[in-house]
Every structure is written in structure tokens, then in C-alpha cells.
């Protein structure tokens, strides 16, 4: 069963390792093979990271959309989730089952359980200040 995209005018979206851009006019596009799909919202450009739990996202979506490098991707991650887990021991209830999805290589699924990582960092650190 295909995959069904719709992209908003302008719309940015990773499809297979390229990256589309949508024209001025909304597009609706079948994706009929299994390849790595990002929407232009839950896509982190590496100069817009700031926070160590948005590394860990970014290391998972490096894992999910460049298999070629996926290790060198996969030992970044791992250090940073030692560094959180460091620093942030209850953050562990939530980065155990987005590393099992890692291990498992579901990276879509990881990157959906990195928003509630990033939403609870967000929460620690609007604690902190």
C-alpha cells in the first residue's frame, strides 16, 4: 500500500535521502517503495540544535534518513544518551523505548518518541531558569 504525502505550498520534505521542496500550489505524491519519509516540520537542521536531547533526535533522524553512515551516526547517539542519562537520570523512562526502537531499527518510531524526550526537556528546563 502506498504512502500518501500531501505537501503545502513551500513545503519542505525528505523522501529517500533527497530533499523536495514543494512550488506555490499544494501536491499530493504516492510513495510506492519503502524509503525514509520526513515531513518539513519534524526535520531538525543540525544548525538549529541546541539542546542535548535535540542531538539525540538528530542523531536518530541521521540513523533513519543516511543508512550509509547509519554507525558513525549510531556512536554519536549512544554517547549522547549517556551524557543525558548523566545528567538527567529520569529522563531514562523515556530514552529506554526509543533505544529499543533504535536497536530494533524502527527510527521512524524512535523519532516519534523523541518528541516526548524533547517535550520533557523542554519541561527540566523551563525548571532550571
Known amino acids: 500500500m502506498a504512502l ?3 505537501l503545502k505550498p ?3 520534505a525528505i523522501l529517500g535521502g533527497a530533499v523536495l521542496t514543494n512550488g506555490k ?3 499530493e505524491l504516492f510513495v510506492e517503495t519503502e524509503v525514509p519519509v520526513l515531513r518539513g516540520s519534524d526535520i531538525l537542521s543540525p544548525s538549529a540544535v541546541k539542546t542535548p536531547c535535540e542531538r539525540i533526535v538528530l542523531a536518530v533522524q541521521l ?3 543516511d543508512p550509509a553512515h547509519r554507525e558513525v551516526h549510531h556512536q554519536t547517539y549512544l554517547a549522547l544518551v549517556e551524557d ?3 545528567a538527567s537520570p529520569s529522563s531514562r523512562r523515556l530514552l529506554d523505548p526509543l533505544d529499543e526502537s533504535v536497536r530494533t ?3 521512524y518510531q524512535a523519532l516519534k518518541q523523541g518528541r ?3 517535550a520533557y526537556e523542554k519541561e ?3 525548571d532550571v531558569r
Open 124 to 126: 527540566l528546563l523551563s
Open 63 to 65: 540513523m533513519y534518513i
Open 105 to 107: 531499527g524502527q527510527f
Open 4 to 6: 500518501r504525502l500531501t
Open 116 to 118: 516526548q524526550l524533547l
Open 84 to 86: 543525558v542519562l548523566d
Open 10 to 12: 513551500n513545503e519542505r
Open 25 to 27: 500550489h499544494r501536491a
